[in-house]
């Protein structure tokens, strides 16, 4: 669950400058097609907009399974 609801202790600030057009662009496919596999590019993409957060990139290269609703997703999309 902790890809839909994050680390309720921990909040994440996310910064709209991380919200580049390949970021948006990896967000959305993996949100409409439910298939998250791009994940850890998403990290790549956050990490070269700038994102420095352990939770957001860690929680992206993490070997949980995503679904569609997860936080880090949701944050990239404006859905969070």
């Known amino acids: 669950m902790d890809c839909i609801f994050g680390n309720?202790?921990?909040p994440?600030?996310?910064?709209?400058s991380w919200r580049t057009d390949t970021a948006l662009a990896l967000a959305r496919q993996m949100y409409e097609s439910r298939d998250f596999g791009a994940m850890p590019i998403l990290a790549?993409?956050?990490q070269d907009a700038g994102c420095d957060s352990p939770e957001v990139l860690d929680h992206c290269r993490?070997?949980?399974p995503h679904v569609r609703g997860?936080?880090?997703v949701d944050l990239v999309l404006g859905k969070g």
């Not at 994440?12 to 709209?16: G, L, Y």
Request: glycine letters at 6%; charged letters at 25%.
């Open 70 to 72: 997860c936080w880090v």
């Open 62 to 64: 993490g070997d949980e």
């Open 44 to 46: 790549d993409a956050l």
């Open 8 to 10: 309720p202790f921990r």
């Open 12 to 16: 994440v600030t996310f910064s709209p």
